[in-house]
C-alpha cells in the first residue's frame, strides 16, 4: 500500500469506526428519558455513581490488555508472522480473564464501605444498601466486558474496525432493550420499588457483553479460518510466550496507568462531590438531583460527540503503529495533524450548536422536569465535554508512539489542577464547579501533550490552532444568528414532538450554511486535502 492510501485510511478507519459507535451512542439516548421515568430523577445520581465506578474497575480488568493486544496483532500481522498474531489473541484473552475475577472479587469485598463513603455523611442507610446492592450487580459485567473488549482489541488489530463499530452498536441496541425492558417489568409489572429500575439497567451491562460476545463468534468465522491457513503456510515458529507477555505488559500497564489517571476526575468528583456541597450548606437532595442531571443526564448528552474520541482512538492504533515501525516520521506528522484537524472539524460547531440549543435539546431528551437547572448545568458541561473528547484522542496517541512516561506525567499534573480547584469550585459553585475543576484539568493534559509532541516528533499545531479558530468562527456566524431568530419566536416548550421538528428544521439549515460558510473559507479543502470540493471528490478521496 503506497504512502498516499496509508494517509486516506487513517481517517476513513476512523470514521466508518466512529460511525458505528455513533449508532450505538445514539441508542444509549434512547432509553435514559423511560429509565428516568420509571426510576425517578432521584434514583439516577445512583446510577451514575455506579458507573463511574463500572468505567474505573473496566479500566483495572483490562489493564491495558485490549490496546496491547491491538498493538501487537497489528506490528506482527505487518511482519506476517501470524503464529504469533494468535499467540498474542491466546495469552491476551487469558491474561484479562484473570485479572478480570481478582478485580470483581476485591470489589465485592469492598462493596459496603465504597458505598457509604460515595453517598457521603448525609445519607440514609438504605440509600447505602441500595448502592451495594448495585455494585454487586455490577459485578457480572466487570468480568463479562473486559473479556468482550479483548476480543474487540484482536480485531482492531487486524483493521476489522467495521466490526469493531457494528459490535459496538449491538452491544448498546441490547443493553438499551434490556434497561427499558427490565425497568418496566420490575417497575410496573412486578410493582418493585422505583430503585429496581436501576438494579435492572447496572443488569444490563452483563447481558449485553454475553450477547456481543456470541456475535462475535458467529460473525468472525471467515476471519479466522483466513488466519489459520496463513497459519499453515508460515514456516518460521511464532516468538516465545515470555516474550510476549513482557510486550503485552509493557505495553499494558502503561496504558493502565494513563487510563487510571484519565479517570480521577469523575472519580475525585462521585467521591467527594456530596459530602463537599452538603457542608457547604446545599440540600442533600437538591445535591443529589445536581449530582444526577449533571452525572448522567449531561453526560448522555455530551456522550454524542465524543464518539469522535472512541471511534478515533480505535482506529489510530494499528495505523499509527504501523507508521511508527515504518519509521516515517513525515507521514506520522501528517497523519496525527489531518486526525486532530478532522475531529475539531466535526466537533466544534456540535459544541456551539449545543451551547446556543441547550434549553431545546435538554427539553426533547428529558422533558420539562427540572429544565431550568437541567439547562444552565448541560449548557456548562459542554465545555467538559469538548476538552474530554480531545484529551482521550492525544492520550491513545501518546501511547502508541511509547511516549508512556509523558503522558504518565502530564496526568498526574492534571489531577493535581483537579484536585486543588474541584473544592475551591465545588464549595463557591455548587455541580457547576465540577465543571470548572475538569475543564481547567483537561485543557492542561491537552496543552502538555501538544507541547511533548511538537518537541519528540516536531509536530507543529499552528495551522490546527489557526483553522480551529476558523472553525470556531464558521460554526458562531451560522449557529448565533439562527439562535437568535430562534429566541424571538415563542416556544412553551409543551411538546417534544414539535421541538423535534423544530431542531429537525434547524439542524438542517445550520449544516448546510456551515458547509458552505467552511467550504469559502477553504477548511474541509485544507484538512482533506481537497482542491475542488464536491460529493464526488470527497467520496473518491477517502476510499478505501
Known amino acids: 500500500m503506497d504512502n498516499k492510501k496509508i494517509k486516506q485510511s487513517v481517517i476513513v478507519a476512523a470514521l466508518t469506526s466512529t460511525f458505528g459507535i455513533f449508532i450505538s451512542k445514539a441508542l444509549g439516548l434512547l432509553y435514559y428519558a423511560p429509565l428516568s421515568a420509571l426510576a425517578g430523577e432521584s434514583n439516577m ?8 465506578y463500572y468505567d474505573i474497575l473496566l479500566k483495572i480488568s483490562s489493564a491495558g490488555i485490549p490496546f496491547a493486544i491491538a498493538a501487537l496483532v497489528a506490528r506482527y500481522y505487518i511482519k506476517e508472522d501470524y503464529k504469533t498474531v494468535l499467540l498474542v489473541r491466546k495469552l491476551g484473552v487469558s491474561m484479562i480473564m484473570g485479572l478480570s475475577f481478582i478485580v470483581a472479587l476485591i470489589f465485592l469485598i469492598i462493596s459496603k464501605p465504597l458505598a457509604a463513603q460515595s453517598m457521603g455523611a448525609s445519607a440514609s442507610l438504605e440509600d447505602i444498601k441500595h448502592l451495594q446492592v448495585l455494585f454487586l450487580i455490577l459485578v457480572i459485567a466487570v468480568i463479562l466486558v473486559p473479556f468482550l473488549s479483548a476480543i474487540r482489541g484482536y480485531y482492531q488489530g487486524l483493521k476489522r474496525l467495521d466490526l469493531y463499530g457494528s459490535s459496538q452498536a449491538l452491544e448498546q441496541f ?4 434490556s434497561i427499558i425492558l427490565l425497568a418496566f417489568l420490575l417497575v410496573r409489572v412486578f410493582r418493585f420499588e422505583t430503585i429496581y429500575a436501576i438494579y435492572g439497567a447496572v443488569a444490563a451491562a452483563g447481558i449485553a457483553a454475553l450477547v456481543t460476545i456470541i456475535f462475535f463468534i458467529f460473525m468472525t468465522k471467515e476471519d479466522n479460518k483466513r488466519i489459520n491457513e496463513l497459519v499453515e503456510k508460515q514456516e518460521n515458529a511464532a516468538v516465545s510466550k515470555k516474550l510476549i507477555i513482557k ?6 500497564l502503561p496504558y493502565l496507568l494513563i487510563s487510571f489517571l484519565g479517570s480521577i476526575s469523575p472519580l475525585i468528583n462521585t467521591t467527594f462531590f456530596l459530602d463537599t456541597v452538603t457542608k457547604a450548606g446545599v440540600d442533600i437532595e437538591f445535591a443529589k438531583l445536581s449530582m444526577g442531571i449533571l452525572q448522567a443526564n449531561c453526560n448522555k448528552l455530551g456522550a454524542i460527540p465524543q464518539v469522535l474520541t472512541i471511534g478515533f482512538s480505535a482506529s489510530l492504533v494499528p495505523y499509527l503503529v504501523e507508521t511508527l515501525e515504518q519509521q516515517d516520521y513525515k507521514k506520522l506528522s501528517k497523519q496525527i ?5 478532522t475531529v475539531l472539524y466535526i466537533l466544534i ?11 431545546d435539546i435538554y427539553f426533547i431528551m428529558y422533558g420539562n422536569s427540572n429544565l431550568d437547572l437541567g439547562t444552565r448545568l448541560f449548557r456548562m458541561s459542554n465545555f467538559v465535554t469538548f476538552t474530554d473528547t480531545v484529551a482521550p484522542i492525544l492520550s491513545s496517541i501518546m501511547i ?5 512516561k509523558e503522558a504518565a506525567f ?11 480547584s474541584f473544592f475551591f469550585f465545588v464549595r463557591n459553585f455548587g455541580a457547576e464547579g465540577m465543571v470548572y475543576s475538569t475543564a481547567l484539568s483537561s485543557l492542561s493534559v491537552i496543552a502538555f501533550y501538544l507541547l511533548i509532541l511538537k518537541k519528540k516528533f516536531g509536530i507543529r499545531f499552528v495551522k490546527t490552532l489557526k483553522r480551529s479558530l476558523f472553525i470556531l468562527g464558521s460554526s458562531l456566524v451560522v449557529v448565533a444568528p439562527i439562535a437568535a ?6 416556544f412553551d416548550y409543551t411538546s417534544r414532538i414539535l421541538d423535534i421538528l423544530k431542531m429537525g428544521v434547524i439542524g438542517v439549515i445550520i449544516v448546510i450554511l456551515y458547509y458552505l460558510v467552511s467550504a469559502k473559507l477553504s477548511l474541509p479543502q485544507k484538512i482533506f486535502g481537497i482542491d475542488k470540493l464536491t460529493p464526488k471528490t470527497l467520496l473518491s478521496k477517502f476510499r478505501a
Not at 247 to 252: C, T, Y
Open 247 to 252: 510486550e503485552i505488559l509493557s505495553l499494558g
Open 400 to 404: 502508541t508512539l511509547k511516549l508512556r
Open 410 to 420: 502530564t496526568l498526574i499534573t492534571s489531577i493535581i489542577i483537579k484536585f486543588i
Open 45 to 52: 445520581a445512583f446510577y451514575s455513581i455506579t458507573y463511574t
Open 337 to 341: 495533524v489531518q486526525i486532530l484537524d
Open 349 to 359: 460547531p456540535v459544541i456551539v450548536i449545543f451551547i446556543f440549543f441547550a434549553r
Open 485 to 490: 431568530i430562534a429566541y424571538l419566536i415563542p
Open 174 to 177: 441490547v443493553r438499551v432493550f
